[in-house]
């Protein structure tokens, strides 16, 4: 699976460039993104679950965006165009990205008020507490470094990527 994805990506088969590593490693969690998506949805309409539904959405639309960035990504590393071309290409590609996660905000906002109007009285023992919020946190903290780190690349889709992760972290916060 990894030669598929580096070949759809167009990578050299050592991965030199952090830009491109950055992306190599976002479309590895396309199918971990696809199988929870799938998964929530599915257990939405099984039970008749408006939470999971939403869920199930908010990770839709998060894959949609993330796979869609990945994509004009590929095209703009394909290109033989130059650099500083290549970056008013992936800053032309922002307006798109940032309308994606305004609509990631939106469905987030709609899951957390459907959180808030009926409720999750879900008890967990403290073992399991302490497990979820240790991952909850451990994913947020890894995104925000990686989004911190990421900045000095001179390639705003990684960035827009990268926010993508935050979002996700935010999101497994949010479940604790």
Request: a positive charge.
């Amino acid at each position: 699976m990894l030669n598929m994805i580096i070949s759809w990506l167009h990578l050299p088969v050592k991965v030199e460039h952090r830009r491109d590593r950055i992306a190599l490693y976002a479309a590895l969690s396309v199918p971990v993104g696809i199988l929870m998506a799938v998964t929530k949805l599915v257990m939405g309409i099984v039970f008749f679950s408006s939470w999971l539904l939403i869920f199930g959405l908010y990770y839709a639309i998060l894959l949609s965006v993330k796979v869609l960035s990945l994509i004009r990504y590929r095209k703009i590393r394909m290109s033989n165009n130059p650099t500083s071309a290549k970056i008013r290409a992936e800053q032309a590609f922002l307006v798109l990205g940032g309308l994606g996660y305004s609509l990631i905000g939106l469905v987030f906002g709609v899951f957390c008020f459907v959180m808030y109007h009926h409720g999750y009285d879900q008890k967990f023992n403290l073992n399991a507490a302490l497990v979820i919020a240790l991952i909850g946190f451990t994913k947020l903290i890894s995104a925000i470094v990686g989004l911190v780190r990421s900045r000095h690349l001179l390639s705003p889709l990684i960035t827009l990527l990268k926010a993508y992760s935050v979002a996700d972290g935010m999101t497994a916060i949010v479940l604790t």
